[in-house]
């Protein structure tokens, strides 16, 4: 079982930037793919970033690619999203989720366990 809690969301200015945490409990969290993915008011949940167990393969929604950085320490069973030059369009609750899988994955439905959600608001 692996519990998963993410940190850092806040309100910024547009152009600002925010880093945002996930720690996820467990043993074997060196082994999980771990991804951030978002959700807009009245909107569907959708894919931000995603990273190998390794922190060697890393994928991006082409609205951050450039912008946000995943990465991970796994000697603190810890994710992280960079974001930079925020736009309000990025305003969302962030959701970081766990996959018992190595690799990447894009797909909501591919990710077993997940966090409460972060709340970053970006004004213009």
């Known amino acids: 079982q692996v519990q998963v809690v993410e940190s850092g969301g806040g309100l910024v200015q547009a152009g600002g930037s925010l880093r945002l945490s996930c720690v996820a409990t467990g043993r074997t969290f060196s082994s999980y793919a771990m991804g951030w993915f978002r959700q807009a008011p009245g909107k569907e949940r959708e894919f931000v970033a995603a990273i190998s167990w390794s922190g060697g393969v890393t994928t991006y929604a082409d609205s951050v690619k450039g912008r946000f950085t995943i990465s991970r320490d796994n000697a603190k069973n810890t994710v992280y999203l960079q974001m930079n030059s925020l736009k309000p369009e990025d305003t969302a609750v962030y959701y970081c989720?766990?996959?018992?899988?190595?690799?990447?994955?894009?797909?909501?439905?591919?990710?077993?366990?997940w966090g409460q959600g972060t709340q970053v608001t970006v004004s213009s």
């Open positions: 989720a766990a996959r018992r899988n190595a690799g990447v994955g894009r797909n909501q439905y591919e990710y077993d366990y």
